[in-house]
């Protein structure tokens, strides 16, 4: 029988990156992360129980805070 082991998940699988792995990236909590995928900020998709976020559409939400002058947004 074959058991799963979530600590041997991929953390990036083609051009999706799992929220354990965009929090390390970005600074960002993942229950932050959670919060932005509901509201539709953040385009993710589920594998299972895996959530995965498009990197090119993270990589551009991550630019987007850099450039506001709202402190509000970034990494903490």
């Known amino acids: 029988m074959i ?3 979530p600590t041997n998940t991929p953390l990036v699988l083609n051009n999706h990156i ?3 792995a965009a929090a390390l990236y970005s600074g960002y ?9 509901r509201h539709g900020k953040l385009p993710a ?4 129980q895996l959530w995965l ?3 090119g559409c993270f990589d551009t ?3 987007n805070a850099k450039i506001t002058n ?3 947004f970034g990494p903490k």
């Open 18 to 20: 799992s929220v354990k």
């Open 70 to 72: 709202d402190g509000r």
């Open 3 to 5: 058991s799963f082991n």
């Open 29 to 37: 909590s993942p229950q932050y992360l959670n919060r932005m995928m």
């Open 53 to 55: 976020i498009n990197k």
């Open 61 to 63: 939400y991550l630019e």
């Open 45 to 48: 998709v589920k594998v299972g």
